[in-house]
């Protein structure tokens, strides 16, 4: 039984993918292609368990509400249709429930949330980090321009914001991991210390800032 398999598809579920796909990849600068899973539908959230899943994760609603989704995708072939939730990542949406982590569309991309005259720039890893920096914070608003990479393989893709001069201030959020570590290596040699700091010091007993927060919850 999948509670993420819509009611009118009457195919058996695919082997759900929990691992995390990118995490042993070095650090490279194309752009990630891949055509596995087809966009469906978007709108608000709605079902039960993908609410049920943002407060296993420890993320406020109302942050969640902000910058996700509810897609519903189809697998390869037309084998059966899903839904999860979905933040806008390039052409397609990085989709997640409970029993399921990837991707849907065509290319996925860095997703850059730009905030006018800001001197601060903040990178994370992956949306959860994201939206869990907002529930930590209570805010709704980052403070400052932020991009979540989506993918360490991703990474130079940054390196226009990090170079760009009116950010006097970059935090970088990755996670404890090897390509965590690449990546934070690879940013600190391109850009140096001066302006870049790594924000990991604070989590590092913890696999990401995700991890860290879930295991300090009440």
Do not use: C
């Amino acid at each position: 039984y999948n509670p993420y398999q819509s009611t009118f598809s009457r195919t058996a579920a695919p082997s759900p993918r929990q691992e995390r796909l990118e995490a042993k990849q070095p650090p490279a600068g194309e752009k990630e292609k891949m055509v596995a899973f087809e966009l469906v539908s978007s709108g608000a959230i709605k079902h039960p368990a993908l609410l049920q899943y943002l407060e296993s994760r420890g993320i406020e609603e109302q942050v969640a509400r902000k910058y996700l989704s509810q897609i519903s995708f189809r697998t390869p072939g037309g084998l059966g249709t899903y839904f999860s939730l979905g933040y806008p990542a390039g052409t397609g949406f990085e989709a997640r429930n409970a029993k399921f982590k990837g991707f849907v569309g065509i290319g996925k991309d860095i997703t850059v949330h730009d905030v006018q005259g800001a001197s601060l720039l903040q990178v994370f890893e992956g949306f959860m980090d994201f939206l869990t920096y907002l529930t930590l914070k209570k805010r709704l608003e980052p403070e400052g321009t932020v991009i979540v990479l989506n993918s360490t393989n991703l990474w130079r893709r940054a390196l226009p914001y990090i170079d760009d001069p009116r950010f006097e201030k970059v935090r970088l959020y990755l996670d404890n991991d090897v390509a965590g570590n690449a990546a934070t290596k690879a940013f600190i040699e391109h850009a140096g210390l001066d302006r870049l700091a790594d924000m990991r010091e604070h989590y590092s007993d913890a696999d990401d800032l995700n991890d860290w927060h879930l295991a300090r919850r009440p």
